[in-house]
Structure formats: structure tokens, C-alpha cells
């Protein structure tokens, strides 16, 4: 069965923002924001994306494209031990985690962008949120979400996921600039900026280790990195493409557009709900949500604004399904449209755990997805730096322009070490934190580090063909 590709490089670009500008975007970073000290959490972020995101974009794109497989193919055709193969099954069982909690909540937009036309949410919008956040209700806009999700993602690549982005990812742009612009003008919007931009080192001494873990753990969720999610869609790209280009790209409107959710979501906390008291999972839905019923034309921008979210989180939804779906087309040679269907049926039943448990969608959708995007982009570093090695430099080389050529080696290395470490620090912290164990930070990165060398003294004896030294044949 023929592979299909991207039909252009802007279809590609955009469907991998769509796939990082989501529900993480709108609807979890500002909750994760309020809860870990707005502006101190903010620039943990920023460099977080920047410093780990990138890399680790670039790490992903390596392997999808010089595979070009799914993450359980590329480990399984590429070189090294089939053991490999285990952090391809990973990411297709984080992705089921992923999109068994993040449609419930699409599941909510769909919802609240349906009665913002008849105000239904108006009266009381925490009591109207209690009735319907779980249970039959949920699951039923649930699985209405999915199957928009599934719809798109069974056209194909090009017709399905290349064409909607193409036309969603514009469209959220503009919507977000005119929400942001009307939010400026709300009367406590000068509080949001305040508490959301003014950089607060005091919360950030005292909080360190948790911001750290919460911000890490957003960056990697938001840029769709340590689940398979980018690496999926490099498989799809051709050989012209500039990899670091890319990743830098997908990246930087990646924070431009959480950066301005931001300046939507916080004006509005403060107007309308008195602070970031307003955040959690049901922020958007009671705090936000509230404050259109005290506008003129409140139903109007109320529906503009779910739209905006709604967009956002089938944009992302679409990359999560695709990559089980690529799993079942590439290893078992099975119809795309057949493979969605049944993955379909699959996530409507692990979805519905959701739906019907808060306690459930709790763990899924804050401490445990975390923990597995981080062990996931863990695991890509080290095959990437000293399995693939060499091959991963040539990667990156290929359609690599003069302005990143000359770093090929020093990314090499930096994914093998010094990355890893960090993402394993913020790992042990956040694990240890959910066994209700709060450790000093010189232990976790006493742990994070011993984990490092031990990790890549095991890989490098046990894949002796991919020594330290053999990248220079490549450089």
C-alpha cells in the first residue's frame, strides 16, 4: 500500500502548529499558569520550549523521517536492538492516554460552543458546568468530538489532515488577535497582564522544582513531542526539508500562540472571575464562560470564542489519532479508513473511562501525561544520539541549510546528555511528588545524572557498532 506524503511544506508547517497549538494552548496552559505562579511559570516555559523543545522536535523529525514509519516501525527498521521497539509501543499507548482525556474535553467546547447561541451556560455557569462535565452528557459530546476527529483523519494526510489545518490554523490566529483586542478592553484587564507578565522571583525561588516539573511537562504536552505525535508526521515529509528550520519554526509559533492565549484567557479571569482562583480544568467553562453573560452580544463573542478552542483542539486531536492509526496502516497493511474506524470504537471505550470518572480524567490529563511524554522524548534522545548516532547527524544534515549545519554535532551530543538529564530531573521530581515524597533537588539531580551515564554507557556497549567517535565520519 502507497505511503502518502505531505502535498507542501506550508501543509506540513501548519498541521504541525495545529497539532502544538491545541487544547495545551488554550485551555491547559493558562490553567497550568494560574496554578504555578503566572509570569514565574511563564518564563520557565519560554525557555523550556526553546532550550528543550527545539532539540527535541529535531530528535523526533530524525527519526520519522529517516524511518518513514509510525514510532512502532521506525524503532523496529532502523538500527539498533528490537528492544527499541518498546518505546514505539509507548508512544502509541500514550497516545490512547492523550486522546481518551482530551475528547472529553473537546467533548465540553463542542458543547459550549452549541449553547452559546442559546446562552444555556448564562444563568449559573459553575452549576451548568457540574451537570454536564461528566457523565452520559460528556460522553455523549464525546464521542460527537471523535467523530469529527475521525472523519478528517480517515480523508488521509493531504485531504484530511493537510486540508483542514490549512483552513483551521489561520482562522485561529485571527480569532485569537480579535479575542485579544476586545479582552485588553475589559476592566481588570490590567491585573491579567500584571499577574501573567511581571516576572515574580520570589514564587519561583519557592517553587522551583514544582514549576519546573509543571512547566517541562506543559512544554512537551503543547509541542506534541515524547508521544510519537511529530514524529508520525515527519515520516510524511520528504528529503528537501530543512528539519532544524522547521522544528525552529513550529516551535516559535507554538509559544506565539500560547503567549496570546494567554492575553485572551487572563484579562478575562481577572474581569470576570476575580483572579487565576478561576483556573483548573473548568476555567474556560465557569470563570470565562461567565463573563459573556454580562456582555452585549455576550452570545455572540462567547461563541467566538469556543470556536477559536474548538478549532484548536481538533487540529491537535487529528495528530493524536493519526499516530495508532498509522501504527494499524503501516504494520498490519490495513485500509486507512478500516483502521480509523476500529481505533475509533477503541477510544470511544477508553474515552468514556473519562467521562464517567473525574478522578480518572484527573490523573490522565495533569500527572500521568506527563510523565509519559517525558520518558518518551527521554527514550527518542539517547536512540537518536547513541543508536542512530551518525545516521541521526546525516539526517539533520540532509536539507539542512548554512545557518544550522554547523550545530549537527553539538545536537548530537546535547541530546545524549545534557537534555536527558533535565528531562529525568523533572521526571524523579514529578514521580516522587505523585508517591507524595518531596525530595531535595540535589538528589533528584544526583539521580537524573547517574541515570544518564549509566543509560548511555548500557546503550553504547550493547550497540557497538555506534560508538562516541563514529559521528565523525559523518560531520
Known sequence: MARETWASRIGFILAAVGSAVGLGNIWRFPWMTAENGGSAFLLMYFLIVLGIGVPGLLTAFVIGRRSRRNPVGAFKSLKGSRAWTVLGVLCVVTSIVLISFYSVVGGWILRYFVESFTGAYFADPGAHFETINYGTNAFLYQVAFLGMTALIVMAGVRRGIESATKFMMPGIAVLLVGLAIWASRQPNAIDGYQFYLAFDGAYLADN????????????????????GTMLTYASYIDDERSLPFDATMIAGLNLGIGVLAGLVVFPLLFSFAGGPTGGGPGALFVSIAGGF???????????????????????????????????????????????????????????????????????????????????GLVGFMFYAAWVLGADAIQEYLTGAGSLSRPFASSWRYAIGTVFPTFLLFTFYSDALSLAGYVPSTAAVAIGALVTTVLVVLLVVWSERGVLPGSVEAAD
Open 208 to 227: 522551583f522544582l514544582a514549576v519546573l516539573g509543571s512547566a517541562a511537562g506543559q512544554a512537551l504536552f503543547t509541542l506534541s513531542i515524547g508521544g
Open 293 to 375: 453573560a454580562n456582555l452585549p452580544a455576550g452570545r455572540l463573542f462567547g461563541a467566538a470564542f469556543f470556536l477559536v478552542v474548538l478549532l484548536a483542539a481538533i487540529t491537535s486531536s487529528i495528530s493524536i489519532l493519526e499516530i495508532p492509526v498509522a501504527f494499524v496502516v503501516d504494520e498490519f497493511d490495513v485500509e486507512r479508513s478500516m483502521a480509523t474506524r476500529g481505533l475509533f470504537v477503541l477510544v470511544v471505550v477508553t474515552g468514556a473511562l473519562n467521562a464517567f470518572n473525574a478522578d480518572v480524567f484527573a490523573l490522565f490529563a495533569d500527572q500521568l501525561v506527563d510523565l509519559l511524554l517525558t520518558l
